[in-house]
């Protein structure tokens, strides 16, 4: 989301020509992602969390907002008490 205005919502038809990616493609996303949050010095805690649930906050999305969100808390905690 860019915030610019300009995003809509995509007609059924453009839905359905939407490719889905395979599963080695998301494990490929899902790798990356970790690699760069490490790279960029994401509080482990953060990253276990998005490893587990796979869920990002972002001042756009913020924790309240996404589904699931009490799942991240849970694996930050759970992060937490394994004393990594």
């Known amino acids: 989301m860019s915030g610019g205005g300009d995003e809509r919502l995509l007609s059924d038809d453009e839905v359905a020509k939407v490719r889905l990616l395979s599963d080695d493609e998301v494990a490929k996303v899902r790798a990356s992602t970790v690699a ?18 796979g869920l990002i906050v972002t001042r756009v ?15 930050i905690a759970e992060y937490r008490e394994r004393g990594a």
Not at 40 to 51: D, K, S
Not at 62 to 70: E, K
């Open 36 to 53: 760069a949050m490490r790279a960029a010095g994401i509080r482990l805690a953060v990253v276990y969390a998005y490893e587990r649930c």
């Open 61 to 75: 999305f913020p924790l309240v907002q996404i589904r699931g969100g009490n799942q991240r808390v849970l694996a």
